[in-house]
């Protein structure tokens, strides 16, 4: 008898849901879970109408409107702006003539596509998970093989539940070691794509492995996931495993009693075998990263807090020299410049990169105490109802607000300019979102990407801060005690 090939955690997902391969080796794909948001859709819907089709499996499938939404009050009256409010509209309007589940807007369980689906028990391991958005990545996290797709792809996905897919190759991006204080998953990602850059992940699909990640939360591993598509990956990927299992256990649309020891069992088959082959291999220290800071537009033009503005001149061939005095000059920024002393305009702690509850702790840890500085907007948007739920439970909207931070309502807010959230022409963010790209959170806005601690931190000194330089925050002021 001889020995199976040992196979990586993403062929064995791959090959758990190939329906059959066609000659070319496309494989069609089976799809457990079809995501859908307000903006991919329309058209979508548009061609099946036309064909006089129905979704293969309506029940797979679940919508929710996060891109357009307002994030203040006025999104329980009427949406504004009338190209947002026809989006959502257009989704209502769709999910109900072909009988697709909804998250309405007024449901505490709102939020963002990428944050309710782990959340709620829709994305498990091992399963095959698209949406028409390139951060589905996120759910790789839990295990799955998780991926954005086009909207004609979208339709293909209702009309049959499959989708055609060339095997990508494999990667796998080692993190040794333990992280430092003051540094997160965030700092581990935006680390990753400064190395290999925003091409670095190209036709593969990341599996991140090493100590540094299998120490994180589930919350960190979806960090990571969710950027692994601005390293230029297909998808990114962490193995299931113990922290992975307590995280899904008892969720809303999770396996319960014996289906879920049995779905455990299969889970468990899912890691890479010992001796898979990976095509690309990359290693990182976790012991070495800084906390991290985007200066440029684009998620590889990242450097440690601690580094100063680059000089265009000194790049190597003159195409990256203009396109280096370009950033400069689009970010406001001069060569040899302190990133530490660069003052900012605005602070955005959300989205689907850090929108979650660890992320909302970890910015109110530093925000505890103190206050924002004169002159800056901060503003806390919770990745989805329930993790502002969760967090008023535990007072943090309290220690926001209390800061001088606004405490809004769940939705992708200012990760992108679509909805109220948006910079001004020449404000400078610190932003937990994952796009730094020019006029991305605003025309003329300029972002640097962070950890939500890194955001906090520069909304109460009024500057790009290194977190690990501020004091520990003042002690809570003692209960007072009943007489
Ligand atoms: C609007 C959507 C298609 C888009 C994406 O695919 O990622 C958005 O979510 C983004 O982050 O830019
Ligand atoms: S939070 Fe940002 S990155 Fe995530 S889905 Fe919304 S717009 Fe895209």
Redesign the pocket.
Known sequence: MTEPTPRTLYDKIFDAHLVETTEDGTGLLYIDRHLIHE??SPQAFEGLRQAGRRLRRPEATIAVVD?NVPTDASRHTTIVEPESRLQVETLERNVAAFGVPYIPLASEKQGIVHIIGPELGLSLPGMTIVC????TSTHGALGALAF?IGTSEVEHVFATQTLLQKRARNMRVTVDGTLPAGCTAKDIVLAIIAKIGTAGGTGHVIEFAGEAIRALDMAGRMTVCNMSIEAGARAGLVAPDETTFAYVKGREHAPKGEAFERAVAWWKTLPSDPGARFDTEVRLDAAGIVPQVSWGTSPEDVLPITATVPDPEDAADEARRAQLRRMVEYMGLTPGQPLRELAVDVVFIGSCTNGRIEDMRAAAAVARGRRVAPGVRAMVVPGSGLVKKQAEAEGLDRVFLEAGFEWREAG?SM??G?NPDKLTPGQRCASTS??NFEGRQGPGGRTHLCSPAMAAAAAVTGRLTDVRDLAPAPAPLPERQAA
């Open positions: 903006v991919t891109h028409g958005d390139s951060h954005g992708c990760c992108l679509m994952n796009r």
